[in-house]
């Protein structure tokens, strides 16, 4: 796949395209980079130049209990909403892709829906919700709220990843299985799964960084529980904290980048455990199978 | 699927143990949907599917004693070719050591020893249609279904191809219903075929029986070239209107002034284009009392030179009369019934 050696455009264009392309990665990762360099600055006050380098922020950060409970809280508000999210998403798309139904697009709509409605009209709905709940049942806010409301938008990323990859996968493999005497148990663990396993690996580690630095809904959902974001949004003003707060940044950054990188990969053609489209049906050069057939 | 289309009507087959049958027919003609109502993947509305007299039509694609090879293959992309080939005995959880056996068995059988240990990503198009192969023999099947197995091979891999499959059906003493439109490969691998169109069967016959003596028109056109002469054209000929067919390599080229004899029937017209095609020519002629007929010429002595200046000039073409097939027109389906035998 050596896509580098054409050359349709001029020279100029590929230059200019090169130089855009640069300017744009600068604009979105400058900021974040500031904040990377902050981080090593041994003074409490933020101005240029630094005097120096220290990691003194990273002890201060480590031993102080409240930010270690709110990572606490983020990590399992994470991990709840990422395990709700691969149960339901995943079902969700098994059956919108397996079975025609009244109704079928709508329920694809509004599955997917969550991630582009305002955060804050969900952490609104969310809200009320919840007090209409503590009236009725005698909910309250908690990590629970926290979970269910980062689900709404978790549950999204499963989905589109997993039906992503069942559209992909041949219809006649399922067959096939059926075909060679296995029932719809067998089928499911022996071809759909590994086949939608990376996916869901995917789905899964996007949802959890989805999770990890969300703020609004949170903000709505959480009643008195700190997470990580939060944590960050309520000492931000502070500037006895602001040191401790960069460092705490930069987590959340690489807990959210780390998990993308991941997902990007998994999600990449070529992993050998997916179906790839018509690549997967070219010869590789250089077998002689004419010569196995005719031996 | 097909919403209210009824996609197959009048399909009355019996097909005989060990027989090599394929199901011939254009696109869209139903020979995969009867192939598909066979395997369990699409269940009939009316009629049945009998296998060994006992009634299948209603029992799930993985009950029933039939293994399908399918167009596109359709390997495990995960699994390596050794596990593909596996894959229907360990669901059935045979033996493990009968399961290898069986396993090496089919692969060596197909030749794809070397190959166990590959991902069906890394095999070139004739050797995944091997893996499927040995995938669906290796479960030792009543039936199997071959759904245009070769399609996506080149023609010499094809022609290949043709000859092994053959083989192996007559040495596993298997039954084999094979659907393609190509009327060559189903002429030369079939015990019998039956031609479809619009969901129903033209003709059931051995290759010789549906070559030789095309019972429709549509079979006169769809194997072999479509040499059918009718109304005007054909009394201008025969002095009967009744539609007939004759094959194109039946007639012979000859001079206007060529006296025939009485046990053969003959036709004036003017050569309207040449297609020179290596070993033989194509002519096809223009009759002077209406309709065209194909003339296939093996080029014994003739050089593409002088195969081509023979175009526009008048011509006359005969044939020996027991060559003419009258047409009937197709016959109204009997039932609905669809039978597998064995």
Known sequence: ????????????????????????????????????????????????????????????????????????????????????????????????????????????????????????????????????????????????????GHATFCVVVVYNNVIARLRRTSASLVEASQDLGADGLQTFRYVILPNIATALMAGGLLAFALSFDEIVVTNFTAGAEITLPKWIFNNLRLPNQRPVVNVVAMVVVLASFIPVYFAQRLTREGGGLISRGEEYWEAPPGEAEAAAVSA | MFGEVVAVAGVDLEILQGEFFSLLGPSGCGKTTCLRMIAGFEEPTAGRILLLGQDVSRLPAY???????????????????????????????????????????????????????????????????????????????????????????????????????????????????????????????????????????????????????????????????????????ARAVTGQAAAFTVRPEKIRLARLEEITGADEWTATGTVREVVYVGAFTRYIVDLDGGGELVVLQQNLAMSSMQVLKTRGTAIRLIWNKEHNRLLAEPAEPKGTEEEVDR
């Open chain 1, 1 to 148: 796949m050596s896509r580098t050696s054409r050359t349709i455009e001029p020279r100029s264009v590929r230059v200019a395209m090169r130089i855009v392309s640069g300017l744009v990665l600068l604009f979105l990762y400058v900021p974040l980079f500031v904040i990377f360099i902050y981080v090593f600055n041994p003074l409490r006050s933020q101005s240029w130049p630094l005097t120096g380098l220290s990691t003194r922020w990273f002890y201060a950060t480590w031993n102080n209990s409240e930010v270690r409970t709110a990572f606490v809280t983020s990590i399992k508000a994470g991990v709840g909403a990422t395990t709700i999210a691969l149960v339901l998403g995943s079902l969700a798309a098994f059956a919108v892709h397996r079975f025609r139904f009244f109704g079928r697009e709508a329920v694809s709509f509004f599955l997917v829906l969550p991630l582009a409605l305002p955060g804050i009209v969900t952490g609104m709905a969310l809200n009320s919700a919840i007090n209409i709940g503590g009236q009725l049942f005698g909910i309250s806010f908690s990590l629970l709220t926290i979970i269910v």
């Open chain 2, 63 to 233: 009950e029933r004693d039939v293994n399908t090879v399918f167009q596109d293959y359709a390997l495990f992309p995960h699994m390596t070719v050794a596990a593909n080939v596996e894959y229907g005995l360990k669901v059935k959880r045979i033996r493990v050591q009968e399961r290898r056996r069986r396993v090496r068995e089919a692969l060596r059988m197909m030749r794809l020893e070397r190959l166990e240990r590959r991902k069906p990503g890394e095999l070139s198009g004739g050797q995944r249609q091997r893996v499927a192969l040995a995938r669906a023999l290796v479960n030792q099947p009543r039936v199997l279904l071959l759904d245009e197995p070769l399609g996506a091979l080149d023609l010499k891999l094809r022609q290949q191809m043709q000859i092994e499959l053959k083989s192996i059906q007559e040495r596993m003493g298997m039954t084999f219903i094979y659907v393609t439109h190509d009327q060559e490969e189903a002429l030369t691998m079939s015990d019998r075929l039956a031609v479809l169109n619009q969901g129903r069967v033209e003709q059931v016959g051995s290759p010789a029986e549906v070559y030789e003596r095309p019972a429709t028109s549509f079979v006169a056109g769809f194997v072999g070239a479509s040499n059918v002469l009718a109304g005007d054209a």
